[in-house]
């Protein structure tokens, strides 16, 4: 759902086209030509160069040398950064996450649901050479990841129906794309207390992710990535116990939240 489609109290168009504006940029990296971004966003061709201008002299949208490609600007960053330095719960993970690096030495990620995303909160990198881990900030799909998977499972089953389209967007091809399979998924989730990943969001990592109980249903979870090539058995289920160790204590950590 757009701004422009939240339900409630009456919109400001210009603000609301400010944000679906920041919104676009923040999920297209690099440079855009105007008629790229008037392609996606439909705004009249004079009103959104106007906008743009405005939000290139306040510091939030950054053109080229040739003054006619745009793209986030630095001060998203500052807002970002401070979203996540006030945030309580990434406060009161930092040593779960700390722990759960060590017990398990692969890569930590807290992450939160946003509509049909996780938003990525906090990382820790894994002790072995790996390719770049995902970023903070950074948004996926949540049908495609153990920590969406685990979130979504909090959810009854009509209420992911509202959610997610039918046909979900394939990442490799071992992404459920198929909603009422994906359900089915997450019952399973909800008996066992934790939800996989098999090369769904990256080819040749596996996921293993656990919703954090503090409220209901959950918002944030915790997983562990693994490459496929050194999950063993012995180290899948090591990777288990202290995942659900994790979620234990971050869980008593935020239970005043």
Known sequence: MSASETPGAPQVKSAVRTVELLEFFAGRPGMHS??????????????LYMLLRTLVELGWVETD????????????????????DGDEVVAAARPTLDRL???????????RLDGTN????????????????????????????????????THPDEQVRRLLPEKLERLT????????????????????????????????????????????????ALSCSVPVARLTP???????????DARDRLAMATRHL
Request: aromatic residues 8%; contains cysteine.
């Open 101 to 111: 690096s060590d017990d398990t030495t692969e890569t930590i990620h807290l992450a």
């Open 65 to 84: 040398a040739t003054g006619t490609r745009y793209g986030i600007g630095v001060r998203a960053l500052l807002v970002g950064t401070s979203y996540i």
């Open 173 to 220: 091809e071992h992404t459920i794309t198929d909603r009422e399979r994906l359900i089915e998924e997450l019952h399973e989730v909800r008996e066992r207390g934790y939800a996989v990943d098999r090369e769904e969001n990256t080819l040749g990592l596996s996921c293993f992710g656990v919703a954090v109980p503090y409220r209901t249903p959950a918002r944030d």
């Open 34 to 47: 105007l008629a790229d971004v008037q392609a996606s966003v439909g705004y009249p061709k004079s009103s």
């Open 118 to 153: 996780v938003v990525y909160l906090a990382t820790r990198a894994s002790e072995h050479y790996l390719r770049p881990f995902t970023r903070v900030g950074r948004r996926l799909p949540a049908h495609s990841t153990s920590l969406g998977k685990a979130l979504l499972a």
């Open 234 to 244: 012995a180290h899948e289920q090591l990777v288990k116990e202290a995942l659900f």
